[in-house]
């Protein structure tokens, strides 16, 4: 999750750039630069580490020029150098780029057979070069660069600046947000509205596929079949909150849309895209090769662990116990001699997870934390630890943390599995290769939300939900039904499919909803079967499918929700997506408070 800025100005752009990153550091602190034209050539300033060492750059070597871009870099692919700082740039074109190229190693392969030559290990350096391609070829900027743009496979944003053209910049959306600011006689483009705040009240954001192109006097925004697109301007007159909502109406409807970018950022942590692998940190000493192992937490962060178990038990081959952390030291539980201890908190700070964790050391144990908060008590208290780099989070119903946690800890169970020798290495990079697609199957997840807004309509009159899933997605079906219950106050059960029959099947009637997690995988005719006795009985079935699914189960159920196929390993991620918009929008029709949902916390630091 990278920070973007780009400036059209009419006085020295850098120390503006620079102010611009300041703002967007949260986003990124591995590295940092800009670039601006300096009489029409591209002039760029980088440097590794932390923002202060750009500042430090640009002292000693300003940078003049009243166009330009700036971006601060959390590493993805390439580790966190000078030379693998943004801004990228040829000759012609400098650009930024947050996200995550999909199809960058045969981009770049064609490329240097048409004589380019990489200075960086990153994804992003495919972009200026392909855009430079098709300047060679006779093209303008505006179409050489919506040409490279529509090649490009992933999640994505992007801003380019082409030198000679002082009057155009250009920026590109795909999963990850960009936002337009209209100045005086300036353009400015962003990552996020917080960005622009500074120089701007009026902020324009892009939606998925769009293409703006910015000159001084306009912007002229491109949609994803080309044709030429209105978007609505917004005026913030003051208040940081308003300008980081955007034009969402809730925070947690924004963090919703953000999990396309924080997933990849998570993801792009912990694998290396060159040779599709995972890479981990330094453990101190927690060994994966280990016989056994527990995972712990509460709440939304024990449902991650639940799908974590099915994934270290599938592709691992370890023993895996989960509990829920108020629980678990209380029974006195007993350990193997091999094992190691997994906490999962979005805070960092949950009281019972915390316990659990000082519990587990003083048996002995190694412990590692899953933790999206660096610094805070279980972060320092655990051996290890896997940052989930989703960024603050507002809303008090999880989202974009609980995607983060499941993207880290599929990256654990790959590295288990590499750790205890069963998974080859082919096996390793074909879930690597998986996981690198996620984030763009997020993007089209999201874009069932009118679909399910006509189904929210039905589901808040309802007084009791029930959620049903199957093997890794039966964590799935208790965490829809965890969400509804939170933000709607709807009563909402999850169960495992197959228990249908063993009591809950006694509640369905023609007034009570059942929505299935069904993906077409391995063990969709068992839950088909379940679909069945529900529908026997009169029960109203909402499915969450795909396309297979959706064929197969159309006669029986009253609403399908439709998500893109995708392989099972990385199934929970995209699922969680539908789940999570349909407990929103149902709120949303009830009328409560979706960002603070009574009686509830964002941190529990009590028992």
């Known amino acids: 999750m990278c920070g973007i800025i780009g400036i059209l100005g009419s006085t020295p752009v850098a120390p503006r750039l620079v102010e611009a990153l300041k703002r967007l550091e949260y986003r990124g602190y591995d590295s940092a630069g800009v670039a601006a034209l300096e009489n029409g ?57 947050n996200g995550i190229i999909e199809n960058f190693r045969p981009l770049r392969e064609e490329l240097i057979k048409a004589g380019h030559s990489f200075a960086s290990e990153t994804d992003s350096e495919v972009i200026a070069h392909l855009i430079t391609e098709y300047l060679n070829k006779g093209q303008s900027p505006e179409q050489a660069a919506i040409a490279a743009v529509r090649r490009l496979e992933g999640a994505f944003g992007i801003a380019v600046l082409f030198a000679g053209q002082d009057d155009i910049l250009i920026g590109a959306r795909k999963g990850s947000p960009l936002a337009v600011g209209i100045g005086d006689g300036e353009m400015y483009l962003g990552s996020d509205a917080i960005a622009v705040s500074p120089f701007t009240t009026r902020v324009m954001f892009l939606e998925e596929g769009d293409i703006a192109v910015l000159s001084r006097a306009k912007v002229k925004v491109l949609d994803a079949n080309g044709m030429v697109a209105e978007r609505q301007v917004h005026t913030f007159a003051g208040g940081a909150a308003a300008v980081e909502k955007g034009n969402f109406r809730h925070f947690m409807q924004k963090e919703i849309y953000e999990q396309s970018e924080t997933t990849a950022r998570t993801i792009t942590r912990y694998v290396n895209a060159n040779d599709e692998s995972v890479q981990m940190p330094d453990l101190d000493g927690v060994d994966l090769g280990a016989d056994s192992a527990i995972v712990i937490g509460c709440g939304t962060a024990h449902y991650a662990g639940r799908v974590a178990e099915y994934w270290m038990e599938q592709y691992a081959g370890i023993a895996v116990e989960t509990d829920i952390a108020s629980e678990f030291r209380y029974r006195k539980p007993a350990f193997a001699k091999k094992s190691f201890a997994v906490f999962v908190s979005q805070s960092g700070e949950t009281a019972d997870t915390l316990a659990a964790l000082r519990y587990c050391k003083e048996q002995g144990l190694k412990t590692l934390a899953v933790v999206n908060v660096p610094e805070s008590t279980i972060w320092r208290e655990a051996d290890a630890r896997l940052p989930t780099l989703a960024g603050p989070e507002i809303g008090v119903a999880s989202t974009k943390a609980f995607t983060a946690q ?11 599995g590499r750790a205890r020798g069963t998974l080859s290495s082919q096996e390793e990079a074909r879930l690597v290769h998986a996981l690198m697609e996620t984030p763009r199957l997020i993007a089209d997840a999201l874009k069932v939300e009118p679909e399910i807004e006509v189904i929210a309509q039905e589901l808040a009159q309802a007084r009791d939900v029930l959620y049903l899933g199957r093997g890794v997605h039966y964590p799935i079906a208790l965490e829809g039904a965890l969400k509804l219950k939170e933000i709607s106050y709807i009563h909402a059960e999850g169960y495992a499919a197959g228990e249908l029959k063993h009591g809950p099947i006694a509640l369905i009637d023609e007034h009570t909803p059942v929505v299935v997690v069904a993906p077409h995988d391995a063990l969709f005719e068992k839950t088909l079967s379940n679909m069945q006795e529900v529908n026997a009985r009169g029960g109203k079935l909402i499915v969450i499918t795909d396309a297979a699914g959706a064929v197969a189960c159309a006669e029986i159920a009253q609403h399908i929700i439709m998500v893109p196929a995708c392989d099972p390993f990385v199934a929970p991620l995209v699922y969680s997506i539908p789940i999570q918009l349909l407990a929103y929008l149902t709120a949303v029709q009830k009328g409560t408070d979706v960002d603070q949902p009574r009686n509830l916390a964002k941190s529990v630091t009590v028992e």
Do not use: M, Q
Not at 69 to 75: D, Y
Not at 406 to 416: F, G, M, R
């Open 41 to 97: 050539a591209i002039g760029r300033r980088r440097a590794a580490g932390k923002l202060a060492n750009l500042e430090t750059e640009l002292a000693a070597s300003p940078l003049p020029g009243v166009s330009g871009i700036g971006h601060t870099r959390w590493a993805t692919h390439g580790a966190p150098t000078t030379g693998n700082a943004h801004p990228h740039a040829t000759d012609k074109v400098a650009i930024v780029h």
């Open 406 to 416: 499941l993207s880290a800890l599929a990256a654990l169970a790959i590295a288990v």
